[in-house]
């Protein structure tokens, strides 16, 4: 289980994410927002519990996408199947999406809603996906949309799969960090971002 708490001067966003749950809360105050983070988490097999307020619909689509991606990006198994795919019609519309979820951050895809098509890039990216949605064919924004998000959903369903090898040629990664201590106040600022002579 991942749960985050998210603030900013635009956003506040709680969310708890579950593996293989069924519990599904969404209340964001955004009706289309609640019906596609329900269709995401039903479609991935997910847990999602989320409570969230925001000035505006943008601010609040996008840091939305951002939390949940973090969240997702927690509870990626060791041993993930790691690659999924889905092809989904919807009446009229017909959308695929791929997804990598190794730890490559990248988008690829256009939807007929900026705003959605946002919404999967900044989902994806904070999850560490690498992501491809792509509209075969359509005319409804609303199908074309759903489509998307149901592929998405499914294509993450597969790839979140517990198998029983590491997917990938360099096996796992071990990544340690040194961070040095900031300086106390008053203090001189070194670092990458200080000022420097020359």
Not at 92 to 100: G, I, N, R, Y
Not at 114 to 134: D, W
């Amino acid at each position: 289980m991942s749960r985050i708490h998210r603030e900013t001067k635009e956003t506040r966003i709680s969310l708890e994410v579950r593996l293989n749950d069924d519990r599904i809360e969404v209340a964001t105050g955004d009706t289309f927002l609640d019906h596609m983070l329900v269709t995401l988490a039903r479609y991935a097999g997910l847990g999602l519990l989320v409570e969230a307020t925001g000035d505006l619909r943008h601010h609040l689509v996008e840091d939305v996408a951002i939390t949940l991606g973090l969240a997702l990006a927690a509870e990626v198994p060791t041993r993930a199947e790691r690659f999924g795919w889905a092809l989904v019609p919807m009446d009229e519309a017909l959308v695929q999406a791929a997804v990598d979820v190794g730890g490559r951050a990248y988008y690829v895809g256009r939807l007929p809603s900026a705003l959605y098509e946002h919404f999967l890039q900044s989902m994806a990216v904070n999850l560490g996906a690498t992501l491809h949605v792509k509209v075969i064919r359509g005319r409804d924004r609303h199908h074309m949309v759903e489509a998307a998000v149901k592929a998405t959903g499914l294509a993450l369903r597969q790839a979140f799969r517990e198998g029983d090898q590491v997917f990938s040629t360099k096996g796992s990664v071990a990544l340690e960090v040194d961070v040095p201590p900031r300086p106390s106040a008053g203090g001189p600022a070194e670092g990458p971002d200080s000022p420097r002579e020359g």
